[in-house]
């Protein structure tokens, strides 16, 4: 069975720097694409970062600011939050594909994630 674990999620002031991860277990993701989504209260689950076997992709929104890395040895991804706004305050998801994802549409489509984890929420205050 599939699962994927966020964690360190947590209340922090603007410009501050938070650092989310994402365990897998059941399923080696390292020729796969994971991502990183977020949902804030009442909107739909946008897409924040993605990472392939050879890219990254971001969101317009957290291009500069933020960092996805993998550790294949640890089955992890990360998310390396700089210059943290109060608009980033959200539930943040982790998703790993099935598909090695190098397009718009696919990457960015959490439509193409097969697994999610259960989220971590990040309060971002001003």
């Known amino acids: 069975q599939v699962q994927l674990v966020e964690s360190g999620g947590g209340l922090v002031q603007a410009g501050a720097s938070l650092r989310l991860s994402c365990a897998a277990s059941?399923?080696?993701?390292?020729?796969?694409?994971m991502g990183w989504f977020r949902q804030a209260p009442g909107k739909e689950r946008d897409f924040v970062a993605a990472?392939?076997?050879?890219?990254?992709y971001y969101a317009d929104s957290v291009k500069g600011r933020f960092t996805i890395s993998r550790d294949i040895a640890k089955n992890t991804v990360h998310l390396q939050m700089n210059s943290l706004k109060p608009e980033d305050t959200a539930v943040y998801y982790c998703?790993?594909?099935?598909?090695?994802?190098?397009?718009?549409?696919?990457?960015?489509?959490?439509?193409?994630?097969?697994?999610w984890g259960q989220g971590t929420q990040v309060t971002v205050s001003s």
């Open positions: 990472i392939t076997w050879s890219n990254t």
């Open positions: 059941g399923r080696t993701f390292s020729s796969y694409t």
């Open positions: 998703a790993g594909s099935n598909y090695h994802c190098s397009g718009t549409g696919c990457y960015d489509d959490p439509a193409e994630y097969a697994y």
